[in-house]
């Protein structure tokens, strides 16, 4: 695997948290990176005065390059905060980490966009892969921005669409690219007054209902990061019709988005005990506000965790703790397919369910999870299937 990142006299060493999963094919930098670099260190480049601001870094290295500047830099990804961390240790530079476990110095980092610096000098931009959120952090950006902000992002050629052009350009202002080069391309764009004090406010997150398994009708907020926001997934849809927990039970909702699984549980079993698990902040929101929008009398049996898989509720001891895993494992992190998070999932699975636990995993047939299953856990039991997707179940021993 590539880990130097050598550029402009420098060398780095940047890897994808965590590092002992990182594809030999893949690294943590890209050419969108190197444009933004050449960019701003360019002898006809003023840079600007004030904050610098760095969104959607997916692994840390535009933190990492610019942490001189003391940027303050947004990520989604608890597992984009992790490589951060990483990453700037890795190179020497001294790092603080705030009581939410976000590094808070030299680099300011956060996944709230409440939090957003007033009049930043600098706003660097990767385009995000979900354009709601591009679409969400403009919205919130347009009160924070003045005409004399500088806004440059990057992204791969073929992720500058004229969609995300005309988001910068409904939210902040007047907006053009730079030539392709390396496969990718800059964006400018110049805030203008006018245009964001007429650019009206931000439609996330989005709202729908959906029935649980009991028949009750759930409300379900979903913010803009949110995987499936407009209705329940195929494969979430297939498991809320086959799931079964118990007033006794302690259920983790592992990658839960909305909550919709774990939602279910507390419509099945208004004793359970909750976890709800995933990487990105706005699904731990969402699940949140939709379990105080549904069930508001059992918060106080709900734990929201932002985590990689279970390592966080692992590293705190808590092993051979839970009754029920539910699973709808991704397939992907950001751009790359990948079947590492999902194996991981399974791993940590086995380890924080007790003896007789089971973890139940929803997943499209051809992946052929239940090889990886039955490997790890010694078995593995069809609950049901459909054309395209099974729901595996697999006991601890």
């Avoid at 999963?21 to 360019?42: G, M």
Wanted: glycine share 6%; charged share 15%; net charge neutral.
């Amino acid at each position: 695997m590539n880990t130097c990142f050598s550029y402009q006299d420098r060398q780095l060493t940047l890897i994808r948290y965590p590092a002992k999963h990182q594809h030999k094919s893949l690294q943590a930098w890209d050419s969108a990176d190197e444009l933004i670099i050449d960019h701003l260190s360019s002898p006809n480049h003023v840079l600007s005065e004030g904050q610098c601001s760095i969104f959607n870094d997916d692994f840390g290295a535009l933190g990492t390059w610019f942490a001189d500047r003391q940027p303050y830099w947004y990520s989604d990804s608890w597992i984009a905060h992790c490589s951060l961390a990483a990453n700037l240790e890795a190179n020497n530079i001294a790092v603080s980490i705030g009581p939410l476990g976000q590094v808070c110095a030299p680099v300011t980092a956060s996944g709230d966009l409440t939090s957003l610096p007033e009049a930043p000098g600098l706003v660097i931009f990767k385009i995000p892969r979900t354009l709601a959120l591009l679409e969400e952090q403009l919205a919130q950006l347009r009160h924070r921005v003045t005409p004399s902000t500088q806004v440059v992002a990057a992204a791969k050629t073929k992720a500058v669409t004229r969609t995300v052009l005309a988001l910068f350009e409904k939210y902040l202002g007047p907006t053009t690219t730079s030539l392709a080069q390396k496969k990718s391309r800059l964006i400018f764009c110049t805030p203008a007054q006018t245009v964001m004090d007429n650019a009206g406010s931000s439609p996330y997150p989005t709202v729908w209902r959906q029935r649980a398994s009991t028949g009750i009708d759930l409300q379900i907020a979903n913010h803009a990061n949110v995987f499936s926001r407009g209705s329940v997934d195929i494969g979430a849809r297939l498991l809320l019709e086959h799931m079964h927990v118990t007033n006794q039970e302690q259920v983790i909702d592992l990658g839960c988005g909305n909550g919709v699984l774990g939602l279910n549980a507390l419509a099945m079993a208004p004793h359970s005990q909750v976890t709800f698990v995933d990487e990105s902040f706005m699904a731990l929101q969402s699940a949140r506000e939709n379990v105080l929008d549904n069930f508001p009398d059992a918060l106080n049996q709900c734990r929201f965790i932002a985590s990689n898989c279970l390592e966080s509720l692992l590293a705190q001891g808590q092993q051979a703790s839970q009754d029920k895993v539910l699973c709808n494992p991704p397939f992907h992190q950001q751009n790359a397919v990948t079947d590492h998070i999902a194996w991981q999932m399974f791993h940590d699975s086995r380890d924080i369910l007790r003896r007789g636990g089971h973890l139940i995993v929803v997943a499209n047939r051809h992946l052929g999870y239940h090889v990886q299953l039955k490997r790890l856990f010694g078995g593995v039991k069809v609950l049901a299937s459909n054309r395209k997707f099974v729901i595996l179940s697999a006991a601890k021993r």
